[in-house]
C-alpha cells in the first residue's frame, strides 16, 4: 500500500470511532438567560418546522447557557425554550435561511406562565459566527426576479461573480438565452474549477477541465441556492462558488407547480443600430423563439415518514447566429433543447435516522454550434448526449442532541458527442475524404466551409463520489470532520475530414457560399486519437472546530488532500500524417498529496449581533482532476502547420507521408509536385521522432501542485432593521507556478529587429531567430521543459461593498459594487540553465502600467405591489474585461510583403482595409522598407504575433442591462394563478461582445469589426399554476 493509502485508510478508520461531521447546511444558536442576566444551563431548546420530516430537532443549553442546532433545512421554524420552574418561551416565524447561522437568544423568567414571542420577516440579518460569505436565494426571488432558470444565469444577479464563455471572454445572457450553453463563474481571481456544485451538501461538481463544466440542473426541484462567494471552510476543497440546491422534499402535504415561459423571435427589440452597421458589422443575430416548461408535484407517500417530490424540465431555445448564411440566403440557426425528469425521495427511518436521494437525468442537444461566417450547413456541428445525468443517496442521523452523523454518494455523467453535419463527414480514405477538409482563413475573420475543423469529439468524463462525516455539538464548540473520496474517468477520441485543415489568403462570399483562393498551409492532425484519463482518486480528509467565546467565534480546520490520476493504456489506429500508435499505462500524472490550513473569526462588535467584523486567512489548493493527465497524454490531438502548394489547382491538399513495411512514415516525396503538395519535412524532428508520437511528446517530469493564499476582512453591519450591509476586502496571490521553456535554447539565439505600432508609430523590438541552424535545434522534440517558476506571480485584490434589504412585507433588495484588478508578473527565468524567448518578455509584468480596476454594479429586487402584483427586476453595469489588440505580421522579402509608406503610388503593400503603418523616421523607420524584412520564425509558425497595448488598457465596452418582470397572483378553486410578464434588456443596448478580430494585421477587413452583441429586447410571456 502507497504512503498516502495507507494514510487514507487511518483516516477512515479513525473517522470511523470519533466524533466527526461535515459542515451543516443551516444552524440556530444562541444564549439564554435569566432576567438578572445569569447564564441558564440544561434548557430544553426544539427548533419546529414543516420542513424537517422528523418535524423538530432539540438541544439542550451547556452550563454557559449556550445551544446549538445544527444541521437544519432551510425554511420558517418555531423555536421553543423550557426549564422546570420557568416560564417557557417560544418565538415563531424564525426565517431560516441556507449556509446560515440565525443567533436566537431567550430570556426566561421564573414562573408557571408561557410567554409567546412572535418573531416575523426576515432571519437575523448579521451572521456573528461565520466569516462565509454566502448570497442566497430563496424561491420568492427564484420565481420573481427576472433571470434564467440555472445556476450560472442565477449567479449574475451576485455582484462578486463574474461569468465567461468557454473562450475565457466576460459574457452575459439576455431572457435565459444562454439555458442551453454553459457560461462559467469565476469569483476572486479564482479559476472556474475551483468551484464546487452541490445538492443537498453533497459534490455533484463535473470532472472535465477540473471540474470547470458542470451538469444541468432542473431549479424546479431546488427550494432555495445558496453561492458561497468567499470564506470556504476545510470542509470543502476550492476556493471559488460553492453553489448548495437545497433541494423540494415534498411536504406532508401534496402540492405541485405549472409553468410555462414563451417568447418569440417576433417581439424582439431591433438593436442593430446604424453605429454597428458603420463598424462593418452586416448582420446581427437574435432570438427565433424560447420556450421553458416545467411540471412538478410533491407530497407524502406516507405521512412524516416517506415524501417523494417529481419533476419535468423541457427548454428550447433557437438562437440566430449572426453572418451565417443558408442556401436560400436566410441567416443560420442553432437550435438546442433540454429535456430533465428528475425524482427524490425522502425516508424518516426512525425519528433519528433520515435517508434521501434523487436521480436526474438530462437529454441534451444542439442542432449547429457555429460561430459568424460559418456554414451552417457543412461547418458547424451537432451535439448529442448518451448520458447526461446527477444523482445522490445521503445518510442523516441524528445519534444524539450532540451527535450528528451524515455520509453518501453521489455522481456526475456528462457524456457529450459533438457530430458533423448529416453526411458531411466522409468515409476514411476515399476521395470524397479528401477532398472535404474543412477551409478557412489563415489569419484573421472566422469563415469556415465544407466541414467542421479538427473538432468532431467525444468527451465523456464521469465522476463520482463517497463522503462522511459526525459532528459533536455543543453551545460553545462545533467540532467537525470527514472526508470525501472521488474518482472518475475522462474517454476522449477526435476525428475529422482529411486529417486537415486548409488555409488560404483570402475569401470572398459568392451569393451565400464562401469561395476561398490562395492557398496558403494546412494544419495537420495525428488523427484519428482516442484516450482514457483516469482519477484514481480525489481524497480530502479534515478536522474543524467553531469555538464560541461571548462575542468571538473563532473558526479552523485543516484539510489533508491527494489527488492521484494516470493516463490508461490504449491503441489508435494509423491516420494520413501518424502511424498506428500505442500507449502503456502512466501513473502518477500527478500524485500530489498538500495541506489546506483554513481559519476565520467572527466578532460580534458590540454584543446586540448587529455588527460582526469578520477576517478569514485560508489556502486553497489548485484545482485537480484529469487535465495534467489530459495535457501530458500521447494519445491527445496535436498539430503542425505544414506549407501547401496547390499544384493542380484544384484547391484540395494532395499528397500523403510514405508507409515504411515496418509501419513507420516517411514524408512524400517531389514536394512540390501534384502527387505531394504539402510539404512535410517538418513531420520529422532532428532527432528522427516523426509527428504525433508517443516518442515526440514532452513526458511529464513531477512537480508540486499549486495553491493560493487568501485573506479577506469584511465588516458586516445592520444599518437599519430591514437593512444588512457588508464592506469587503480580500487579497490573495498564487504559489508553485509554472512556466515552460524551451531547453535548447541558448543566449544568442535572437536577432533584435525595430518595427513600429501601426496604431501610434511607436517603436516595437522584436526578436528573430539568428539562423535556420538554430532554428532547427530549437524544433528537436521534447524540447519543452515545464518548472516552478519563483519568479512568477499573479496577486489580486477586490473591494465590495454589498447590501441585503427587506423594505416591507415580502419586499427584497439586494446588489452592491465591486472593485477588483488582477496581475501577472512572469518576467525572465529562474534558472540559470534556461533561457527566454525574449518575445515573451513585452508586457511580462502588469503592474508597470497603468491598468484600470474592474467595477461591476448590480441590483435585483422583488417586490410586491397592490393588486397581489409583484415587480422583479435586475440591474447590471458590468466591466466586460480587457480588450486585446495584435499585430500579426508575416515575414517577407517579395514585393507584395507590407512596406513602410515612401510616398510614391502603389509603393506600400499593406492589409486591405487597414491604414498604411506609420513610419516615423525621427524614431528609425525607412519608408519603403519591408516592416518586418528576413524575419526567421520558429518551425510551423507563419507569423510574429505582437501585442499592441499593455494587457488590460484598453477595454471593452461595458454592459448596462435592466431586466423586469411582473406577474399577478389570481387564486381560482383551490389553485394559484401566476401570469407574467418578462422584458428583458428594456433599453435594447447594442452592446458590442466580440469582434470578428482584435488583430491589426488581418485581411478581408476584419479588425475590430463587431461579430456578436447583446440579444435585443426579448418580451415574454409566462404562466405559474400552484396547487
Known sequence: MSRSLAQLATAVACLLVTPTMVAAQSTIAGDVRDVSGGMLPGVTVEAASDALIEKVRSAITDRSGTYRIADLRPGLYTVTFSLPGFSTVRQERVALRAEFTATVNAELKVGPLEETVIVSGAAIGVDVQNAAQVTRLDREVLDSVPTGQNIWEMAELIPSINMFNAAGQNAGTVGGSGGATQTYMSVRGMTAAQNVVMVDGMTVSGLEANG???????????????????????????????????????????????????????????????????????????????????????????????????????????????????????????????????????????????????????????????????????ASTRWTSPNY???????????????????????????????????????????????SASRTLQTGGAARSTAPGLTLDQDWPARDNVQASLAYVTGSHNFKAGFQYQWGRFYHSTDANADLTQRYANVTRVNTEWVFSNPVDVIVGNLPVASVDRLNRDVGIYAMDSWRMKRLTLNYGLRWENVNAQNDAYDVPGGRFTPARSIPTVKNVPNWSDWAPRFSMAYDLFGNGKTAVKY?????????????????????????????????????????????????????????????EIDMAALRSTNGTWFGTPADATPYSGYPRGWTVESNLEVQHQLLPRLTVTAGWVSSDDYNLRKTIN???????????????????????????????????????????????????????????????????????????????????????????????????????????????????????????????????????????????????VPGTDATATRYPDGAPN?????????????????????????????????????????????????????????????????????????????????????????????YATTAGTYLVPNTILLGRVVGLGLLVRW
Not at 509603393?907 to 524575419?935: E, I, Y
Open 212 to 378: 470547470s463544466v458542470q451538469g444541468y440542473f432542473n431549479q424546479d426541484m431546488t427550494q432555495e441556492v445558496s453561492y458561497q462567494t468567499s470564506g470556504s471552510t476545510a470542509d470543502r476543497s476550492g476556493g471559488g462558488v460553492t453553489v448548495n440546491m437545497i433541494p423540494r422534499d415534498g411536504g406532508n402535504r401534496p402540492s405541485g407547480n405549472f409553468r410555462v415561459n414563451y417568447r418569440p423571435g417576433q417581439w424582439l427589440g431591433d438593436n442593430f443600430t446604424q453605429r454597428l452597421r458603420d463598424m462593418g458589422m452586416v448582420y446581427s443575430g437574435g432570438l427565433e423563439y424560447l420556450s421553458d416548461v416545467t411540471v412538478s408535484q410533491g407530497g407524502p407517500v406516507k405521512r412524516n415518514r416517506l415524501w417523494f417530490f417529481a419533476s419535468y424540465h423541457q427548454f428550447n431555445t433557437s438562437n440566430i447566429v449572426p453572418d451565417t448564411l443558408l442556401d436560400d440566403g436566410t441567416q443560420g440557426a442553432d437550435a438546442q433543447a433540454i429535456q430533465q425528469p428528475m425524482a427524490r425521495l425522502t425516508y424518516q427511518v426512525t425519528d433519528r435516522h433520515k435517508v434521501a436521494g434523487y436521480v436526474e437525468f438530462t437529454n441534451k442537444t444542439r442542432s449547429h454550434d457555429m460561430g459568424a461566417q460559418m456554414d451552417p450547413e457543412t
Open 616 to 676: 478569514s486567512l485560508n489556502r486553497y489548493n489548485a484545482a485537480a482532476a484529469t487535465s495534467l493527465a489530459f495535457s501530458f497524454n500521447t494519445l491527445t490531438l496535436t498539430t503542425r502547420t505544414l506549407p501547401w502548394t496547390d499544384v493542380n489547382g484544384d484547391l484540395i491538399a494532395q499528397g500523403s507521408p510514405t508507409v515504411n513495411a515496418d509501419g513507420t512514415y516517411t514524408p512524400c516525396v517531389g514536394y512540390p509536385s501534384a502527387a505531394c
Open 907 to 999: 509603393s506600400t503593400r499593406k492589409v486591405a482595409g487597414r491604414p498604411a503603418p506609420p513610419c516615423p523616421t525621427q524614431d528609425g523607420c525607412v519608408p519603403g522598407a519591408l516592416v518586418l524584412p528576413n524575419f526567421i520564425l520558429p518551425t510551423g509558425a507563419t507569423s510574429l504575433t505582437v501585442t499592441l497595448t499593455p494587457p488590460g488598457t484598453v477595454r471593452r465596452e461595458r454592459l448596462q442591462q435592466f431586466d423586469f418582470k411582473l406577474s399577478k397572483t389570481v387564486r381560482y378553486r383551490g389553485m394559484t394563478l401566476g401570469p407574467t410578464l418578462d422584458v428583458y434588456n428594456a433599453f435594447n443596448s447594442d452592446k458590442i461582445f466580440n469582434y470578428q478580430s482584435g488583430n
Open 389 to 435: 445525468s446527477t444523482g445522490n443517496f445521503k445518510y442523516s442521523a441524528v445519534l444524539t442532541n450532540k451527535l450528528l452523523l451524515e455520509g453518501g454518494y453521489s455522481f456526475n455523467r456528462e457524456y457529450r458527442n459533438v457530430e458533423a453535419q448529416e453526411g458531411v463527414l466522409k468515409q476514411r480514405g476515399t476521395p470524397e475524404w479528401f477532398a
Open 743 to 889: 531547453k535548447y535554447r541558448q543566449q544568442g539565439d535572437y536577432t533584435p529587429m525595430t518595427i513600429f505600432n501601426p496604431m501610434d508609430g511607436t517603436p516595437i523590438t522584436v526578436y528573430s531567430i539568428k539562423d535556420a541552424a538554430t532554428r532547427a535545434r530549437l524544433a528537436q522534440s521534447q524540447a519543452n521543459v515545464e518548472y516552478l517558476e519563483a519568479n512568477r506571480s499573479t496577486p489580486y485584490h477586490l473591494f465590495s461593498l454589498e447590501f441585503q434589504a427587506r423594505p416591507y412585507a415580502g419586499a427584497q433588495v439586494f446588489g452592491g459594487f465591486v472593485s477588483s484588478r488582477g496581475d501577472s508578473i512572469n518576467c525572465g527565468t529562474s534558472r540559470s540553465d534556461l533561457v527566454v524567448n525574449p518575445n515573451d518578455e513585452r508586457f511580462c509584468d502588469t503592474t508597470a502600467y497603468d491598468r484600470p480596476w474592474s467595477n461591476d454594479f448590480r441590483i435585483g429586487a422583488s417586490l410586491p405591489l397592490k393588486w397581489n402584483v409583484r415587480l422583479g427586476l435586475t440591474y447590471r453595469n458590468n466591466d466586460e474585461g480587457a480588450l486585446t489588440t495584435t499585430y500579426a505580421i
